[in-house]
């Protein structure tokens, strides 16, 4: 009989700046999380419902593009603040994050809600993320890792 697998924990990144999500998908991988990043409220919430009872923490955006619809003058929702309540409802036990290059001052100014108790302001270094993600740790009950030389990482389970 095969023994079970446990896998590693998951972060959706929802942003629409490619070199943000390349920074956090690099970040979250070096300590062994598992990152599914994306840059539209749909696939975020596409992504949520294929892996939602995997997610253990959400980083989104708060100003998100609106992409207009081809051959439309209609917007997908580009509201971060807006899509996070939605995607906590598939997902309750993720810890949600938001992030945003403006301040909380003015994104309650631009009429935007930052209600979530963490909040990273952009730009950010990996290692302030990285810290975060260890401040996080023990509500997402993440494995401690172990790198090897090669690089290669072992889950002590």
Not at 25 to 37: D, F, K, S, W
Not at 107 to 113: A, I, T, V
Request: glycine share 4%; proline share 8%.
């Amino acid at each position: 009989m095969p023994s079970r697998v446990k896998l590693p924990p998951m972060v959706l990144v929802v942003e629409d700046d490619h070199s943000m999500r390349e920074l956090c998908t690099r970040a979250l991988e070096r300590v062994g999380i598992q990152v599914i990043c994306c840059d539209t409220s749909m696939k975020a919430s596409n992504y949520m419902h294929l892996h939602g009872h995997r997610i253990a923490c959400i980083l989104a955006d708060v100003v998100l593009g609106a992409p207009t619809l081809k051959g439309s003058n209609l917007t997908h929702e580009g509201n971060g603040a807006r899509l996070l309540p939605l995607l906590k409802y598939v997902s309750p036990s993720a810890v949600a994050v938001q992030m945003s290059a403006y301040s909380v001052a003015e994104l309650s100014s631009m009429g935007y809600k930052v209600e979530v108790p963490h909040f990273l302001h952009k730009p950010f270094t990996p290692e302030k993320l990285r810290a975060m993600v260890n401040q996080l740790l023990p509500h997402l009950n993440i494995p401690r890792v172990l790198t090897l030389p090669a690089d290669e990482v072992v889950w002590d389970l």
